[in-house]
């Protein structure tokens, strides 16, 4: 059965699902998800090595595909790749695209390579830590990764608790999924089934941009007579030499992203931004971040990857999932018979080694069709700013429409797009307005759950060390920013 896992059958269906998965995930409303769906049908009649190795594939790729857009055009190809954007889109600007989406997928790799080691050697230990995470530990690890705000706030504090504070109350908009209760419908019944997070994420990136695009094309016309060209030359390089710096930062970021993807009702988002926020405060440059820190592109893609192994760990071991992704995968294996548990070490553990391989090979395809794209991606500069524009407006009024083929979602990316353009305006950041959006949903339904285990009692937040824990070094990093923010404004004021 291991030599399925390198057979001609299984080497091509990996490349295949590879390949669907950067399709997917580089487009944005096209998540990998829904590629998983997608492709699950067409592993029926497979043999179970080749089925699971694209579904495999189809996921590793959809993760690392979700960059190319975030850098190209400002707007993430995925939730995972919110965190990539702020970085990696002002290195496009500055001409430096195809570093930054060398760094991407040479991180994205090794996250991923990372935490499959991590899934080979440590599986049953990181396990048995994960299985004791309940509502209680979740709530105050989503919550510590909410005090990024403060961080994610640039000059103004009050602005970005602001920013925030809005990306929480949209995130409420729509039915409780607990009492069945609408919340800020205002009698609308499309509004009842709330604002997507993707569709919200779509529209504060590429609608601002698109109008700011719109209107400096204008301004440049009025001056010179043409269109501007897109600020820097577009140059096609690799980052070898500059990621010298980021290895340990690498291995950091992949460890988060494989301890928070083994903790089932994370993901993604919280892995990326958890490992952001680590790299800019241990940076010994944090004021470059958000202004085109190759770290700020190294250490969210290395952790949203990680997360993959991370999420297969009590997938595989428990039976599990970790998030959408996998419980599509688990559904893969319970097609071919395969009965994710314990058990399944014990009597299919050559099918499992093969799911290792067929893992270190997704990876290999895609550093190379990555590596090999870089060129031709970047080509996508060239075009002039304006029709660029149009273009991506396009590509969000179909790609909104496609995640619940729902025309009423089109009208909300107008809508809060041309909300997150009055924001900028307003020298309000929209990434606290993001992170509250991401973590908004986990963070409710986690408290939510815990009080109802404890009936209606707060004691079960201070029943668990670690969760305590968490919460003195939320309290930690708050007063911090707090008292730095303060210092900050005092010497602007002298």
Known sequence: MIG????????????????????????????????????????????????????????????????????????????????????GHQMARKGEASVALGAAVIASAFGGLFSLAVMVLLLEQVAAVAIRFGPTEIFALVLFGLST?????????????????????????????IDGVGRLTFG???????VNMLVAMIALFAIPQVITTFIETRADENVRGSAAPWPGDVRAEFPW???????????????????????????????????YDHARRFSRRPEEYGKGELGGVVAPESANNAVMGGALIPMLSLGIPGDPATAV???????????????????????????YITILVSWVVILLVQLWGIRVFVRVLR???HL??????????????????????????????????????????????????????TLEQQYRTALILSEGS?????????????????????????WSSLRTGRREGT
């Open 149 to 177: 705000i403060c961080g994610l706030a640039e000059r103004s504090l009050l602005r970005g608790l602001i920013a925030g504070v809005l990306g929480l109350m949209m995130m409420t908009i729509g039915l409780d999924e």
């Open 188 to 194: 609308t019944v499309q509004l009842q089934q709330g």
């Open 458 to 482: 707060h004691r079960i937040f201070l029943e668990s060390p670690f969760a305590v824990a968490l919460f003195a070094l939320t309290g930690a990093v708050i007063g911090w920013q707090i």
């Open 383 to 385: 075009v002039p700013p």
């Open 329 to 355: 995968i688990l559904g893969g294996l319970l097609v071919h018979g395969l009965q994710p548990g314990p058990l399944l070490f014990d009597s299919n553990l050559d099918i499992i080694y093969a799911l």
């Open 4 to 87: 399925d896992a390198l057979g001609l059958t299984t080497i091509a269906a990996t490349a295949a699902g590879s390949i669907v998965g950067l399709f997917f995930g580089a487009i944005p409303g096209l998540t990998f998800s829904m590629a998983l769906a997608l492709v699950m049908p067409f592993t029926f009649g497979m043999e179970p090595v080749p089925a699971l190795a694209m579904l495999l594939a189809v996921y590793s790729g959809g993760m690392t595909g979700g960059a190319v857009s975030a850098v190209l055009l400002g707007i993430p190809g995925t939730p995972s790749a919110v965190a990539t954007v702020f970085d």
């Open 388 to 441: 660029l524009g149009v273009c991506i407006l396009v590509l969000c009024a179909i790609g909104s429409y496609a995640i619940r083929n729902s025309v009423f979602d089109v009208y909300v990316v107008a809508v809060i797009g041309l909300f997150g353009y009055a924001l900028q305006r307003m020298r309000i950041p929209l990434a606290p307005v993001v992170l509250g959006l991401v973590l908004g949903p």
């Open 241 to 275: 030499r500059r990621l010298r710096g980021y290895w340990w930062l690498m291995v950091r970021s992949s460890g988060i992203g494989t301890i928070v993807g083994a903790i089932p009702g994370t993901g993604g988002p919280i892995a990326a931004f958890l490992a």
